[in-house]
Every structure is written in structure tokens, then in C-alpha cells.
């Protein structure tokens, strides 16, 4: 906790505060950009919003990447059309893919503090990282998505279970999605979670977080020529 408390808390000047609010909302914008990048295997629908999540964490400090993704939420809860298939209003917030997009700010701040909590121990991990470096930060990456992917699956089950034309059609969905990646299984639940969450993390980790890692010290540096302190 206190070095949760270290990592969260530090001085800024009024200079670095405006910055960092600005990219804040940069990352926003960002990240409802991304939602609107989708690419489909089969029935399996797949965006890129988890790389703006990620990216916000390894660039932000952890109180602005959390304020980063809670100032996307609020967009869409206004109603504006930031969400996947440009969609917006609170529906969105309260719907079968809600849990996921509630834990956007979490995982954000979660991997925000992991990864300086690591760069502690490899003071080049953010802004130069090594191979080494990187496969932690994957494995990093994996940690702070767990509550997005928990919430995730239990609000779409939530909904997925419910005897209703929505519930039936999740369900079905889930079915052929399992079936077609040879996943299929008699268990409703096993089925689901397939369907809600294992058939997304490949992509999510080997492309949207693996980018970001990549791209994530080209602009911490970029930063750093504007005179910010960084990470």
C-alpha cells in the first residue's frame, strides 16, 4: 500500500499538471479512436481499444491513466458517439460489454503502477526496455487486465443467463464461437467464458498490449524533450 501511495501521489508543477491533464484527455479521444478500429475472425468481433488502455498506463502516471479512461466513460455516458460501432449514451455503460468497459480505468491504473513499481528495479524498462523488459511488461499487462476481464465475464454472463431474446442470442453466439476455435463444450459457463474472455486474450496481449510497449518509450521520450518528467 504505501508504495501504491509513492507511485500515486508525487509533486507536480502547474506546468506538468495542465500537461499531463491535456494528454489525459488526448487519451480519451484516443481510446474512443480506437473503439471504432474493429476486425472480425469468423464471429469473433475484435477492436483496439485495450492498446489505448495499456498505452495510457505506461505513459501516464497512474492517477492521470485512470482519469485518462474515466473521462472516456463519461463521454460515453453523455452520450457521445465514442463507444464500438459509435455508440454512446448511458445504455452503453449498463449494457453486456459494461463490465469490461467499467474496468478500462482500473487496469489502466493497475498496469500504470505495476510498471513503475518494476521500472524501480530496471530504470530502462519504460524508456529503453530490454527483451527482458518487455516480456515482463507483457506478463505485466496480463495482471492489471485480470479485473477487466473478470468484471467482463460476469456481467456478460449476467446477461447471457437471463431467460430473455438477449440472453438467448449471447448464448448462441457463445455456442459458435466456442465450436468454431474447437472450444465447444456441454458446460454453459466454461462455454461463455471462452467466448467472453479467452478467445480475446491472444489478440489483446500479442497485439494491442505488445504494441503498446512498443510504441509506449517513442513517446515517453517525445516527452521528455518537452521537458516533462517522466515516467
Partial sequence: MR????????GESRREKLAYL?????FAALTAISAQVEFRLGPVPYTMQNFTVMLAALVLRPRYAALSQLTYLAMAAAGMPVAAGFRGGPEVLVGYTA???????????????????YAKHSPNALLNPSLRDKVVLLLLSLVAAAPLYAVGFLV??????????LGERLAEWSGTV?????????NTLL??????????VPQDLLVDHLL?????PRVLR???DQGLEVP
Fill in 212 to 216: 503498446a510497449i512498443t510504441i509506449a
Fill in 191 to 200: 462455454t461463455l467464458f471462452v467466448a467472453s474472455v479467452l478467445v480475446f
Fill in 99 to 117: 463490465g469490461y468497459l467499467w474496468m478500462f480505468p482500473v487496469s489502466s491504473l493497475l498496469m500504470s503502477c505495476l510498471s513503475r513499481a
Fill in 3 to 10: 508504495l501504491l501511495q509513492e507511485l500515486c501521489v508525487s
Fill in 22 to 26: 491535456t494528454l489525459s484527455s488526448l
Fill in 156 to 165: 456478460f454472463c449476467f446477461y447471457a443467463l437471463q431467460p430473455t431474446v
Fill in 178 to 186: 466456442a465450436a468454431v476455435i474447437g472450444l465447444g463444450s456441454s
Fill in 222 to 224: 517525445l516527452m521528455e
